[in-house]
């Protein structure tokens, strides 16, 4: 079974400095997919970044890049250059290509920039 | 619309009665989720859709929970016999298709509250 585990309950960041967010996985497929989301105090879910199992390159997005390990099943958010607007719950998601493919969130972190 | 649209945004429901929500995902996107979010936890999965079935049901909680999408768009997730324990916010995702790497777009959620 698929399991996303993010040990951060909450982190705490200057701006315009950068911060990683934890994400580990399990997972036994070998084809899957991780995936970032940010959820404002509005509550909405934001996409922010994909890694695929086979990319042998870190995804980049923006000030937004993942540091994928995979041997270590591994997949941080590194935010660079913290915005204040980045004040945020985020979310690291799974998706496995060989079952279901239903996308399993963990629990989050709650990030807060300070000016 | 343009995006995943939710109805209605609030509902307030006393035990043991009967709720619908609904669901209108992007225009095209074969792929729906239902996901329960509890104050402080990350979304849990509930069901997916894929086009008008259901290819993964193994998240509702009991047999009080029921979901359909007949016509592969909009969908009901349905509610019997509420409990106070069902109060959360329901978030509705959809995506465009099982390609790797496609993101889910969610609604604004229904936050349900049963007394």
């Known amino acids: 079974a698929q399991k996303i585990t993010q040990t951060q309950p909450g982190m705490f960041v200057q701006e315009k400095e950068a911060v990683t967010l934890d994400c580990t996985y399990d997972?036994?497929?070998?084809?899957?997919?991780l995936f970032w989301y940010k959820q404002p105090s509005s509550g909405e879910m934001i996409f922010l970044i994909y890694?695929?199992?086979?990319?042998?390159q870190n995804a980049t997005e923006g000030r937004y890049s993942l540091n994928f390990q995979k041997a270590r099943k591994s997949a941080n958010l590194v935010i660079s250059a913290s915005q204040l607007g980045d004040s945020a719950m985020y979310f690291c998601a799974m998706r496995d290509y060989s079952g279901s493919e239903k996308l399993v969130f963990g629990k989050g972190t709650k990030l807060t920039v300070n000016p | 619309g343009a995006g995943v649209s939710q109805t209605p945004s609030n509902k307030v429901t006393e035990k043991g009665k009967y709720v619908e929500l609904r669901c209108d995902p992007i225009s095209g996107h074969t792929a729906l989720y239902w996901y329960r979010q509890s104050l402080g936890q990350g979304p849990e999965f509930l069901i997916y859709?894929?086009?008008?079935?259901?290819?993964?049901d193994s998240g509702l909680p009991n047999d009080r929970f029921f979901a359909v999408r007949p016509e592969g768009s909009v969908s009901t997730l349905k509610i019997q016999r509420t409990e106070r324990g069902d109060s959360a916010v329901y978030l509705c995702?959809?995506?465009?298709?099982?390609?790797?790497?496609?993101?889910?777009?969610f609604g604004q959620g229904t936050r349900l509250t049963v007394v």
């Open positions: 890694q695929g199992s086979y990319d042998e």
């Open positions: 995702a959809s995506s465009l298709s099982r390609d790797r790497g496609t993101e889910a777009f």
């Open positions: 997972t036994s497929d070998q084809s899957y997919g």
């Open positions: 859709f894929q086009g008008t079935g259901a290819a993964d």
